[in-house]
């Protein structure tokens, strides 16, 4: 049976910067990793990786998360983090396009839901997913 209290880690990566793209999640029960997944975006930005991983991460919770009751989601992109926290506004319009996206999958949880940041070393997981997905699509 699921907990309550999902943990859910996102990273997303261009190589350039823009360049080649990718995005991965990793959703957490306690210690047991419940799923991952990942995509590759073609030519995006980081910030549009670190995003789209996070939208990927809400699409699976919306049919896979019944019952959870708090969902964490944790990235080392501290920008990302102020960002949907608040803190930061969003001023590039392409950002703010995923981020209305990301608000609506938000409301259809109906969970209370909290972004924080990490550092890279504690998002190993979401990380090498991020790169597999690059070395597989060069």
Known sequence: MMSLNLRVFCDGGA?????????AFVVMDGENVLTNGGKYLGYATNNVAE???????????VSHAEGAERISFFLDSQLIVKQLSGEFRIK???LLGLVLALRKIERQLGVPISYQHIPRSQNKLADALV????DENR
């Open 51 to 61: 995003y789209s991983a996070v939208i990927f991460a809400l699409e699976w919770l």
């Open 15 to 23: 190589r350039g910067n823009p360049g080649p793209a990718a995005s």
């Open 131 to 134: 790169n597999k997905i690059l």
């Open 92 to 94: 590039d319009q392409k």
